[in-house]
């Protein structure tokens, strides 16, 4: 060997000396196939329920397995902790657990989704075919890179697994309808700037997080005000693998009288007509005492309240979190639930969900105002997590002028619940605040109930409940200001409605706002769910029917949200409802209204400050006339609506599954409408609060925008709520069907009555320009109605109808003496459309 390659040799081996000293793993090529051990030494061992191995110089990621791993069951459930907050995927996001397990396919490692759907009985001969047409959706592939001879251990590179939308989508479909613009899209899935953050292993769990990066070079649409760059948006994605627990858990099946979250289990060897064993979501509790009347659980449900809560809020979570021992001691637990608080240094984070945890954030769109999600085994329905967002932009919603809340439609796509009760607060308590003329801050009483009542709701959605919004229907408007009353019983027989504020009409005391403790809805419910079984199948089954049976008894009535009417499409039962109060809507409506009104007399005395802007006077008048819309909207669901009972046959107290609304409740609210939002008074506030609707301007907010209240398009927005209910061709069909048994109002007397609350009250005077507007409006929704290109839907039966509303009007307008040049004018083009359509 020359001096040259000696010394080089030398050199080399002082190299790699150095490189074991220092305990760096050597430069391997980008070719070279490693060793099972190789990638153990060079790899840093994440040990847990899955054990991981991370290249210390590359950061590849490797998941180990043993073999007793392949082929058993386990839960994979994916969370957000980062997003964008204008959008379906912000923090606490839970997306819908499903049950995982992996298969060896020569060099491969194959994630299989589980379909856990399907119920074959055990004694039934087609169990032995259970599997039959049921595949798993074989979700993703790792390649297994090294296996250990004398173990079996297989290391699989899960790097393409997690970085990839394989597990879990990210990115909605879009609407196939939306024209370019209509809405932020997300852009392009860029691989080369994702990556895995973070790797955690525990005993019965482990977790990997990686953050998504998003690109489109030229959005048509911004993704939220929170975003720095609107090309680039990036989620960080918790993925969460958790041991399947362990057969002494008894799952509890659902009953449409009581609301549960559930998995949805169909019986394939059932000849019921609802061949259904869908077990409910709840937490696995034991009594310490067996059989015992009362009883510690062996181990309580914690609550831990994160230490971004608010100190001065504190105290109002943790009595909403406690509040449900009320309901629990009817199951037969003494402090089911602990609240504990996170210390300020504690070494483990929310994101660890061994953890329940209430979180706070201050987003600047938030999705909601609280959502409490929950991680549950889709096999039995138990509830093995729960990771509860409270957003603090709800609080102070009252007196910020920007969009806090984001339209309904841009909420989760994927998750199996969501929740809106914390924008309602903040609206709610905006018109509050103006009401009642009082500050709302950290010591405000209002602010401390809504947190309370706030907080009620979303841990009963982490306890398994489902919304119920019939339960404000529980009390009348007189029982709603009893003070004494409201606090033994709250606002409304649940605190999972969406209730509003309980604001005192005009020449009333104010009572409580919002409820104190749980509802006797929410007691009976946690007893169906929660109460300890009995070892005997039949005697157990019998136990459960005598609690359902009592669903007839008052406050105990149940519906939740595919039933409610604020989508004229889907419910029939104008009790269920989102925002409406007391057992008589309409009378509450009309007090509401007046005291919208009432508080627009005084607030220009309120609101006039030296060296301050009138952007809380243009921001009063949104929230006024929000106010008297929402009540018109309410008002309209009682006209062809229907009642619903849910009991089930020979049950004591039940009623007929379907009853139209009594003709009388039926013309009051349509008396509402005709009085309060189709009047010629309707909407009418003072020239000098008109005056005064100026918008404070931030930048060039103003840029390409109206700086000025547009008031007939606010107001014409409000009407509509109501009009195009009663209008929609699935509410004129239903009236047409409910005559068939037993509805008195029928669509012709409907359509008189609307005609003449739009028309009739100006006919012989003057018509203002937002009266002129509606007229408009109506007509026009007719004409489209009996149009022959007509693609609205409508029914025979209601083009004949509407018809003969388009004829009467004629009638009317012909006859009418108009009185000033505008009016005759507006009058001349309402007959030339109908001219128009009636002779073409």
Not at 644 to 652: E, L, P, R
Request: glycine share 6%; charged share 20%.
């Amino acid at each position: 060997m020359d001096g040259l390659n000696r010394k080089f040799s030398i050199l080399l081996l002082l190299a790699c000396l150095l490189s074991a000293c220092s305990g760096k793993s050597p430069p391997v090529s980008a070719d070279a196939v490693l060793s099972y051990d190789q990638i153990i030494e060079r790899s840093e061992h994440i040990e847990g329920f899955f054990d991981f191995y991370r290249d210390r110089a590359t950061g590849e990621t490797y998941l180990a397995l043993e073999p007793d791993q392949l082929g058993t069951e386990f839960i994979y459930a994916a969370k957000f902790l980062d997003g964008i907050s204008s959008n379906w995927a912000s923090r606490g996001v839970h997306l819908d657990a499903v049950v995982l397990k992996l298969r060896r396919q020569f060099k491969n490692i194959e994630f299989l989704k589980v379909n856990v759907n399907y119920y074959h009985d055990p004694d039934s001969e087609l169990f032995r075919s259970a599997n039959a047409n049921i595949q798993p959706a074989l979700l993703a592939v790792a390649e297994i890179v090294a296996e250990d001879a004398e173990s079996g251990r297989l290391l699989a590179k899960i790097d393409p697994v997690i970085i990839s939308e394989a597990l879990t989508p990210i990115k909605p479909a879009l609407n196939p309808t939306d024209q370019p613009g209509a809405g932020f899209v997300l852009g392009e899935f860029k691989v080369e700037k994702s990556s895995i953050r973070d790797i955690r292993s525990y005993p019965q769990n482990s977790l990997v997080t990686a953050s998504y990066v998003f690109e489109d070079p030229a959005p048509l649409v911004a993704p939220g005000s929170s975003s720095v760059d609107p090309r680039i948006v990036t989620f960080v994605l918790q993925h969460n693998f958790l041991a399947m627990p362990d057969d002494d858990f008894t799952p509890r099946l659902a009953d449409p009288r009581v609301g549960f979250f559930t998995s949805q289990v169909t019986d394939m060897t059932s000849f019921s007509a609802t061949p259904w064993r869908d077990p409910i979501q709840r937490w696995r509790l034991v009594k310490k005492d067996a059989g015992s009347a009362l009883s510690e659980p062996e181990e309580p449900i914690v609550f831990w309240l994160e230490n971004t809560t608010p100190k001065a809020f504190r105290d109002a979570v943790a009595a909403g979190v406690l509040a449900w021992n009320q309901a629990f001691e009817i199951a037969g637990f003494i402090d089911a639930i602990a609240v504990k608080v996170q210390p300020d240094d504690a070494e483990w984070d929310a994101e660890d969900i061994r953890y329940n945890v209430l979180r706070w954030t201050a987003s600047s769109e938030s999705p909601w105002g609280g959502y409490g999600p929950a991680f549950t085994n889709p096999r039995t329905g138990e509830v093995l997590g729960s990771d509860i967002m409270l957003e603090f932009g709800w609080l102070n919603a009252y007196n910020r002028r920007d969009r806090i809340y984001i339209d309904r439609e841009s909420r989760p796509k994927n998750t199996s619940h969501h929740c809106d009760l914390g924008a309602l607060r903040g609206q709610n308590g905006a018109f509050a605040a103006l009401a009642s003329n009082d500050t709302f801050n950290e010591d405000s009483e209002f602010i401390r109930q809504s947190v309370v009542d706030l907080v009620m709701h979303e841990v009963g959605h982490t306890l398994g409940l489902n919304h119920n919004f019939i339960a404000s229907t529980y009390l009348t408007p007189e029982q709603l200001q009893d003070e004494q009353l409201t606090t033994e019983r709250g606002v409304s027989s649940s605190v999972m409605d969406y209730t509003p504020a309980n604001l005192a009409p005009p020449g009333r005391a104010q009572g409580r706002y919002f409820s104190d403790n749980v509802g006797i809805y929410d007691r009976w419910a946690i007893e169906f769910g929660y109460s300890e079984p009995l070892d005997n199948p039949e005697q157990e089954a019998n136990r459960l029917a005598t609690i359902l049976s009592r669903s007839t008894l008052p406050g105990h009535a149940f519906s939740m949200d595919a039933e409610t009417m604020n989508d004229s499409a889907l419910g029939i039962d104008p009790r269920v409802l989102r925002y409406d109060s007391s057992a008589d809507p309409v009378a509450a409506g009309r007090g509401m209204i007046a005291l919208a009104y009432a508080t627009e007399a005084k607030l220009m005395g309120r609101l006039a400050q030296e060296d301050t802007s009138w952007q809380e006077v243009y921001d009063a008048y949104g929230r006024l006339t929000a106010e008297i819309g929402n009540q018109g909207m309410i008002a309209s669901r009682w006209i062809g609506g229907i009642f619903v009972d849910k009991s089930f046959q020979g049950q004591i107290g039940s009623e007929l599954p379907l009853r139209p609304v009594p003709l009388m409740r039926q013309r009051e609210a349509m008396a509402l409408l005709e009085d309060d939002i189709f009047s010629p008074t309707a909407f009418s506030f003072s020239p000098e609060f008109y005056q005064h609707l100026l918008q404070t301007r931030r930048g060039s907010g103003f840029y390409k925008k109206p700086q000025e209240a547009q008031l007939h398009s606010r107001v014409l927005q409000q009407q509509k709520l109501a009009l195009d209910h009663l209008l929609h061709p699935k509410v004129m069909l239903r009236i047409v069907d409910s005559q068939m048994y037993g509805n008195e109002y029928g669509l012709a007397d409907m359509l008189r009555d609307l005609t003449a609350a739009i028309f009739d009250a100006d006919l012989a005077t003057s018509v203002n320009s937002l009266r002129q507007q509606l007229q408009g409006e109506y007509l026009n929704q007719l004409l489209a109605i009996i149009s022959e290109s007509s693609e609205t839907g409508h029914s025979n039966m209601a083009q004949a109808s509407a018809l003969g509303q388009v004829v009467n009007i004629q009638e009317m307008l012909k006859g009418r003496s108009a009185v000033d040049p505008t009016t005759r004018s507006h009058t001349s083009v309402l007959l030339l459309k109908i001219k128009r359509a009636l002779e073409p």
